[in-house]
């Protein structure tokens, strides 16, 4: 790691994603019916995904979170994204993944307006990343799956993101994704910006 | 600001601050009963400050939190502190501030087992500050009201957080004092340390 800091100009947009569930359509018919179709309820950003308009209810060992939001459209595995805060809320300790890699991660309960389903695993804590597509990626000089830090330098809760994730694919438009805890600590909002930055915590330390 | 980043080496050891309030005898009584007395639940790591057995129930314009704790002992003010993620749970939107600096902040409803109480305001995000002796101060280079980074390195989330204030005085120890945003969002527990550190996020920026 450098001894010395080399800020990187570019501004990226970010979003703060709030705890929600990706199911297949297997649970969302044990949730809500047989048969039944998830409906959009709004667009994000990552194109062809949305927030629906159904909301299911987690029930952990220690607490219950209601109204959590199902993101469209239905997923091959059943993924809840939650941020730290909510893994204490609801008794749950859940490990720091990417998207997908599910292996050895705790399950939940999950109750619907027309049934329950328990997940003998799926619950994670989303490492924090950015998309960007591969035209922004070769401009920034990255690649899927580097490892970058970001500044957040807007307000009076400056702070600098370590360990922050490339996803870079042609489908993905630029955007750093926190969860409510990082995007809470740091103040930010969805829209505001970040810049591409150096966690330069000593050169001691690598 | 320094192009340059030059680590310092202390270990702090830190606390992650749970939302509480601090309460005058005067609303202690609103709230418990005429003569209450707070009793102590368990000491906490600054001199004479404590948590008490008794918790109250915070009431916002869009939620309730539950079981929120008295630090002890009574104040001359009532202070809630909440994190930004307590703030949208219960629809109040108050502001980061030191202990104690409450003019222009909003108020809330407070409801204990014998009756409740409406604060005007006192509702604050508290600032993240490091306690510390003034022989401490003294050797690290730094006084009272100093801003400070710290670096969070024994994980994967990560980070540092600038604008962290000193407060030095002959009474406290010294401890990082973090929200439970700051803290979850940097995988944090107390107990757990971090390093001063700089943030640099580029001498263009100031």
Redesign the interface.
Known sequence: MS???K?LPALIPIAVSARHVHLTQRTIEQLFGPGYQLSVHSPLSQPGQYAANETVTLVGPSGRLTHVRIVGPPRTQDQVEL???DE?ALGVDAP?RESGDLEDTPGIRIEGPAGSATLEHGVICAL?HIHMSLTDADVLGLKDQDQVAV?V?HN????????VIVRASPAYRLELHL????G????LNSGDEV?L?E????A??D
């Open positions: 001894e010395h800091f800020p941020a730290r805060t204490i720091l924090r500044a330098i009076n809760r400056r702070m600098i993101f370590g360990d969860d409510t805890d990082e809470n600590a740091a103040g810049m930055a966690l330069a915590i000593g001691n330390l």
